[in-house]
C-alpha cells in the first residue's frame, strides 16, 4: 500500500488563536492536549475518522518545539505520513537526497518514527510505521494538499515519498487546500 498523509503539523504562537481560524471555516476540533514531556499545547482539527488533519502545536515548555519555534519561528513544523514498514519504504527513497534527522535513532527505537530532512525545505517529513497501514478501507483525507517552501528541486523529493498532494509552495507561501480551499498557514501563525 501507498504511504498515507497522517497529518501536517503548524508550530503557532497560540494553539487557541490558530483553533478559532479554523472553527471560524467550519472546521472541527478535537480536545486541547498539553504534553508536559514534549512541551506542547496541541489540538487536531478536522473530522477524527479522516486522514491528513491539520495539528496546530504550540511550545508551551522546553524542548524540540521550543527550539523550533526559536530558529525558524512559526509555521509548518512537519508532514507525517503512515507506512506499513519504515525498513520497506526507506530503500525506494535512495537517490532522492533526503537525510535521516539524527534524533531519528532514538524516535523509531521508542515509537517506531523516523525523521527526514533537507536544507531548505521548509518542513521535515516524519514517517510513521502503521503496521496495519492498508489492512482498512481507504479514509477520506481532510488536507487535500500541503505546499511546502522550498527550492525547484525538492519537488522531486516530496513526489519520491509516494503521498499525493505534497507540492512545493509557489509565491503564494507554505499553506494547505481544505475542502477545496487554499488556507495560507500564515493565517494560523498570525497569534
Given at each position: 500500500?501507498?504511504?498515507?498523509?497522517?497529518?501536517?503539523?503548524v508550530?503557532?504562537p497560540?494553539?487557541?488563536?490558530?483553533?478559532a481560524?479554523?472553527?471560524?471555516?467550519?472546521?472541527?476540533?478535537?480536545?486541547?492536549?498539553?504534553?508536559?514531556?514534549?512541551?506542547?499545547?496541541?489540538?487536531y482539527?478536522?473530522?477524527?475518522?479522516?486522514?491528513?488533519?491539520?495539528?496546530?502545536?504550540?511550545?508551551?515548555?522546553?524542548?524540540?518545539?521550543?527550539?523550533?519555534?526559536?530558529?525558524?519561528?512559526?509555521?509548518?513544523?512537519?508532514v507525517?505520513?503512515?507506512v506499513?514498514?519504515?525498513?520497506?519504504?526507506?530503500?525506494?527513497?535512495a537517490?532522492?537526497?533526503?537525510?535521516?534527522h539524527?534524533?531519528s535513532l532514538?524516535?523509531?527505537?521508542?515509537?517506531?518514527?523516523?525523521y527526514?530532512?533537507?536544507?531548505?525545505?521548509?518542513a521535515?517529513?516524519?514517517?510513521q510505521?502503521r503496521?496495519?497501514?492498508?489492512?482498512a478501507?481507504a479514509?477520506?483525507?481532510?488536507?487535500?494538499?500541503?505546499?511546502?517552501?522550498?527550492?525547484p528541486?525538492d519537488?522531486?523529493?516530496?513526489?519520491?515519498?509516494?503521498?499525493?498532494?505534497?507540492?512545493?509552495?509557489?509565491r503564494?507561501?507554505?499553506?494547505?487546500?481544505?475542502?477545496?480551499?487554499?488556507?495560507?498557514?500564515?493565517?494560523?501563525?498570525?497569534?
Amino acid at each position: 500500500m501507498s504511504p498515507t498523509l497522517s497529518h501536517v503539523a503548524v508550530l503557532v504562537p497560540s494553539a487557541a488563536a490558530a483553533a478559532a481560524v479554523c472553527e471560524a471555516a467550519g472546521w472541527a476540533l478535537g480536545p486541547v492536549e498539553d504534553f508536559p514531556a514534549e512541551g506542547t499545547r496541541e489540538v487536531y482539527v478536522g473530522p477524527p475518522a479522516d486522514d491528513g488533519r491539520l495539528l496546530l502545536m504550540e511550545a508551551i515548555g522546553p524542548g524540540p518545539y521550543r527550539r523550533a519555534l526559536e530558529r525558524r519561528g512559526p509555521g509548518l513544523h512537519h508532514v507525517a505520513v503512515d507506512v506499513a514498514s519504515i525498513d520497506d519504504h526507506l530503500p525506494g527513497l535512495a537517490g532522492a537526497g533526503w537525510l535521516l534527522h539524527p534524533a531519528s535513532l532514538r524516535t523509531r527505537a521508542d515509537r517506531g518514527v523516523v525523521y527526514l530532512a533537507r536544507p531548505g525545505l521548509g518542513a521535515l517529513i516524519e514517517v510513521q510505521e502503521r503496521p496495519d497501514h492498508g489492512a482498512a478501507p481507504a479514509r477520506p483525507r481532510f488536507v487535500a494538499e500541503v505546499h511546502v517552501a522550498g527550492a525547484p528541486d525538492d519537488q522531486r523529493r516530496l513526489d519520491a515519498l509516494g503521498v499525493p498532494g505534497l507540492r512545493l509552495a509557489g509565491r503564494e507561501g507554505p499553506g494547505v487546500v481544505i475542502g477545496g480551499r487554499r488556507l495560507a498557514l500564515a493565517t494560523l501563525t498570525a497569534g
